[in-house]
């Protein structure tokens, strides 16, 4: 009785064994990596954060005419007033001040 117990062990390790072994074999595929899925975040963004500084820098440019076109402008007021000190008329002008 006791060999067959010992028979009947070294069977179930043997198949237990094979099996083991037929799944270790199976699970040793190739594997192919894409580089397209390597890399850093900027490698695979580069393009969208090249656009992102393009349009800031697009941004920044037109308001910054906006600022200068305001701020760009030279404004004198004119008093004309009469003998007794009571204003007269009042002239404001506003010319453009030239960037060379």
Known sequence: MVMQYIKNSIKLVGILFF???????????????????????????????????VALILLIALFSRGAVSRLGSRRTT????????????????EEPIKLS
């Open 19 to 53: 099996m083991l072994t037929s799944l270790i074999v199976s699970a040793q595929e190739k594997i192919k990596i894409s580089k397209e899925e390597i890399g850093t975040w900027f490698e695979r963004n580069w393009m969208w954060v090249a656009i992102g500084a």
């Open 78 to 93: 004119t008093v004309i007033k009469d003998d007794r000190g009571k204003t007269k008329s009042v002239v404001t002008t």
